[in-house]
């Protein structure tokens, strides 16, 4: 009974999106590219700046 329960909790309702179907990243896509890179290269970089002018007194 316990069981059965346990596993009634853990299955995906019908219509929701399953982790399995989402694609791989393809950085040959613009959005792709903008998002998983550059973005993330920019705000590293105005992080490092940020840091060096709050710790200059």
């Known amino acids: 009974m316990m069981i059965n ?3 009634a ?3 995906l309702p019908p219509g929701t ?3 399995d179907d ?3 990243v393809n ?3 613009p959005f792709d590219l903008v998002v998983f ?4 290269v920019i705000l590293i ?3 490092i700046i940020w840091r060096k002018k709050r710790r200059k007194p």
């Open 22 to 24: 989402n694609l791989p």
């Open 37 to 40: 890179v550059i973005l993330p």
């Open 17 to 19: 999106q399953n982790p």
């Open 5 to 7: 329960l346990f596993f």
């Open 9 to 11: 909790i853990l299955q």
């Open 45 to 47: 970089i105005l992080y």
């Open 27 to 29: 950085l040959k896509d």
